[in-house]
Nanobody, 122 residues
Framework: QVQLVESGGGLVQAGDSLRLSCAAS????????MGWFRQPPGKEREFVAG???????YYVDSVKGRFTISRDNAKNTVYLQMNSLKPEDTAVYYC????????????????WGQGTQVTVSS
């Protein structure tokens, strides 16, 4: 079972940047697709971005051009670079892992981190 630990959240102002990291405890990280999800206060968890085991990426429309997902297989880590942050990006951000291909459905992911809070003030 893959264990995931997120870090990098915090309180920032609108327009600022943050980079989230998610470290995976597995020797087979390179065959996993990784996803970033977020759960705003009082709302459902939603897909943000995903990266496949081959490096293909996919983003929800609301973050395209602002967020970048990447992975470093040597470090068993996936990143989410978030630029031009907006108050509506405020949420708990979770990383998740599944085999090989990206999915935007949370139910397709079998491993989850504990989440990291991102708060963007206006």
């Amino acid at each position: 079972q893959v264990q995931l630990v997120e870090s990098g959240g915090g309180l920032v102002q609108a327009g600022d940047s943050l980079r989230l990291s998610c470290a995976a405890s597995t020797r087979t990280f390179s065959v996993y697709a990784m996803g970033w999800f977020r759960q705003p206060p009082g709302k459902e968890r939603e897909f943000v971005a995903g990266i496949s085991w081959t490096g293909g990426t996919y983003y929800v429309d609301s973050v395209k051009g602002r967020f970048t997902i990447s992975r470093d297989n040597a470090k068993n880590t996936v990143y989410l670079q978030m630029n031009s942050l907006k108050p509506e990006d405020t949420a708990v951000y979770y990383c998740a892992a599944r085999s090989r291909s990206i999915s935007s459905y949370s139910s397709d992911y079998g491993a989850w981190g504990q989440g990291t809070q991102v708060t963007v003030s206006s």
